[in-house]
């Protein structure tokens, strides 16, 4: 760590790419010295109409970035990619009440930035009842308490790996009890999208997840809209470059050109590590060893409608949830919220590599496994309209979070130092809530100071 601080303070004596020796001393005039002469260059064409910070993205943490900024009379223009604002938090009401395609719960509530925005929220764990398919029957109380005492196990393992050397997480966590595959499935392949061989077992630890884990019956995706409103935001702008070379920033895309004193940079790590932007000079190697050890995870949510007056409600209660317990030569389990605030409608979700294969197929594939996988616990169902959720493939995300690779915990406090006139903001700069809105919500704001 020390190291590659003190490799990025040196990168900045040289940061047009192009070493140059000058004999000026600071304050002399310097008028024909080719170094102030290119200095002068890269700098000189900021107007009174360029903004103080340029934003990359109008996700969580840009919105609150620019919210921060306006707050203290800055200025600041915000440039987003897409068609909408929100970026992972995106609500929709196409199966007839509000649905969100990405964000969910604002997890870890009490320390959660966003939690003081949320009004009518459910807190869903105080609601939910698991229904855990064994087989061809349900599991009993006596296992579900079983189950319970394993994720402690599982958790347990992760704090005491935290005292040694950074490893993956399948090789901390217990293995061998009746339930120690279900519940590293889990948590691992389902919640964070990522198999156990590939999650930094210290990063798991540091960004570990506790209660209360709200439900917002409009959505996550509305209420970030709701806060972006009156932004300074420009919708399909996306940036294709940005030259840090001078003190400022001049960063392009197809809507021209805009130069700032600082850019924000909050779009994934799957953008950033698959050259989305070029920037020029070129990251320095920290950094871009720090983007590939964050690797994008997939988690692909799907959505069926299923009306309660057609019976649709298959004995189970408003916000359960219904999964199976993984078995060998079976396809990974997916996991399922039921009837939403009462709605007329279900949810589930795969992740990991079964996510991202399906992803390269047709959407009416997840559709159809995730049909079966339901029926195949719950017997036939009214299923009606249905969506699923393309985030691995959006060349906006490339995927649904970030997670550090073993090895790579510190990778978030190294993309998240300052470098020059740029600054990364995001869930993937988030030390302890990673991953999450709320983590990118409290970067982005950080990102200002
Ligand atoms: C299916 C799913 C479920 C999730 N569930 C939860 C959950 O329950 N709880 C939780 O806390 N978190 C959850 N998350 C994660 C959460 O949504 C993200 O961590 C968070 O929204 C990330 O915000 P961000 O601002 O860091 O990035 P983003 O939301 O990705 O914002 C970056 C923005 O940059 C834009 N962009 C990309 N490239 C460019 C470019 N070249 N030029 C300009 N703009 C560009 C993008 O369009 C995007 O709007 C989930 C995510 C997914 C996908």
Redesign the pocket.
């Known amino acids: 760590m020390a190291s590659r601080l003190a490799s990025k303070a040196s990168r900045s004596s040289t940061r047009a790419g192009v070493s140059i020796s000058c004999s000026c001393m600071p304050g002399s005039a310097g008028g024909g010295c080719i170094a102030t002469l290119l200095k002068m260059r890269q700098t000189a064409p900021m107007s009174s109409s360029d903004p103080e910070v340029v934003i ?7 919105i609150a970035a620019a919210r921060a900024l306006r707050s203290q009379g800055r200025s600041c223009l915000v ?4 068609p909408r ?5 995106h609500s929709c009401a196409t199966l007839g009440s509000p649905l969100d ?7 870890a509530a009490d320390r959660n930035p966003l939690t003081r925005f949320a009004t009518a929220a459910k807190n869903h764990d105080e609601v939910r009842e698991r229904h855990v398919r064994v087989g061809e029957r349900w599991a009993e109380p006596a296992e579900l308490a079983a189950i319970s005492a394993a994720e402690e196990r599982f958790d347990a393992a992760l704090e005491a790996a935290r005292a040694g050397p950074d490893r993956a997480v399948s090789e901390v966590a217990p293995r061998g009890g009746p339930w120690d595959a279900t519940v590293t499935h889990w948590l691992c392949t389902q919640i964070q999208a990522r198999e156990a061989e590939y999650l930094s077992a210290h990063d798991q630890f540091d960004n570990g997840l506790e209660g209360p884990n709200l439900l917002l019956p409009g959505g ?1 995706g509305a209420l970030v809209a709701e806060l972006a409103r009156d932004l300074p935001i420009r919708l399909n ?4 470059g940005i030259d840090w070379s001078g003190p400022g920033v001049v960063v392009r ?1 197809e809507f021209g050109t805009v130069r700032a004193q600082r850019a924000i940079v ?3 790590t799957g ?1 950033l590590a698959a050259g ?2 070029r920037f020029t000079p070129a990251l320095p190697p920290a950094y871009q060893q720090a983007i590939h050890g964050l690797p994008m995870a997939l ?3 799907f959505a069926f409608r299923c009306a309660s007056s057609l019976g649709g409600r298959m004995g189970i209660e408003p916000f359960h949830t219904v999964r199976r317990a993984p078995q060998p030569g079976h396809e990974p389990p997916m996991g399922f919220i039921m009837w939403p605030f009462g709605r007329d409608h279900l949810f589930g ?1 795969v992740g990991g590599e079964a996510a991202w294969a399906l992803s390269r197929q047709p959407p009416a594939e997840t559709l159809r496994v995730a049909r079966a996988e339901l029926e195949g616990m719950l017997g036939p169902m009214p299923l009606g309209q249905a969506l699923v ?1 393309d ?1 691995g493939t959006d060349p ?2 490339l995927g ?2 970030s997670q550090a690779l073993p090895g790579m915990a510190g990778a978030r406090a190294v993309l998240r130092e300052p470098l020059g006139a740029l600054r990364f903001a ?3 700069t988030s030390l302890g809530l990673a ?6 919500w409290a ?2 704001e950080a990102a200002v100071a």
């Open positions: 990359i993205g109008a996700g969580a943490a840009g440039l987003e990619g897409g604002v929100g970026g992972r938090a395609h990405g964000a969910t719960w604002l997890h996550i702008a996306r940036v294709t895309g909050t779009v994934s953008v989305g932007i988690l692909t949510k979700f959720t985030w906006l995300f649904s979070y995001g869930e993937a991953g999450t809105i709320g983590g990118a970067e982005g």
